[in-house]
């Protein structure tokens, strides 16, 4: 099994690297709280960790894994025919239900909930995350602000690594795509990290906000918003 996968992953760094010569690929499964999946580089080899929930993946979804991985950590462009092939794999019911699963196991107790009376901050975070991120974004700490907070949508509090949402969303009057898109707002501001030596971080460059676009439902989500406060 383990020389397959490494096998995808020579492949696929060939199809995109034709010419370079290959490092040394170091690929494990790893059990992570949600279906995530990490690259790095160190001391010129590539370690590679995959969401252990991809451990019965067919090949064909390995080799899309391993092309978006590998694009992402060289900046090349990742076809669309692999991020189709992933995002199906990952969206069928089977996956979303494992994943489920795991991370009621593997949740760890928290004295702030992501659990909310309507909605579940890290279920929707690893929504989120499959569906624009492939995955990729390791979760922060997920929490309702303790207090109704009508000023603060939400924040990325990265001393405690936590995404905080304010709990006035935490309501069945509330649609789904709202709290999303401020889940979402805050999953960029992790992606696109800025260095500010203030307290307060929502800096939001070009590339953040052609990123924000492709939400679909932003101009719902921004007018619910904007009524609301
Ligand atoms: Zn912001």
């Given at each position: 099994m383990r020389e397959q996968l490494l096998q995808i992953f020579e492949e696929s760094y060939r199809e995109l690297r034709p010419r370079a010569p290959i490092p040394e690929l170091i690929v494990q499964f790893f059990a992570f709280a949600n279906i995530n999946n990490t690259i790095r580089l160190r001391e010129g080899k590539l370690l590679v960790r995959l969401s252990d929930?991809?451990?019965?993946?067919p090949d064909t979804v390995l080799h899309a894994i391993a092309h978006i991985l590998l694009a992402k950590m060289y900046r090349k462009p990742i076809s669309r025919e692999y991020s189709t092939r992933y995002r199906r794999y990952v969206a069928s019911h089977d996956i979303v239900r494992k994943a489920h699963l795991v991370r009621q196991m593997r949740g760890r107790k928290r004295i702030?909930?992501?659990?909310g009376r309507t909605y579940n901050l890290e279920e929707i975070f690893d929504d989120l995350n499959t569906r624009f991120f492939f995955g990729l974004l390791a979760r922060p700490q997920m929490t309702w602000s303790r207090v109704h907070a009508r000023n603060s949508l939400g924040h990325y509090d990265p001393a405690h690594n936590a995404i905080v949402v304010s709990r006035?969303?935490?309501?069945?009057?509330?649609?789904r795509y709202a709290v999303e898109y401020i889940v979402y707002h805050e999953m960029l501001h992790l992606k696109h990290p800025v260095k500010l030596r203030g307290s307060r971080r929502c800096v939001h460059s070009g590339e953040f906000q052609a990123e924000e676009k492709?939400?679909?439902?932003l101009e719902e989500a921004r007018k619910f918003l904007k009524h609301l406060s």
């Open positions: 929930l991809l451990e019965g993946a702030e909930s992501p659990e006035v969303f935490d309501d069945p009057r509330v649609p492709l939400f679909p439902q």
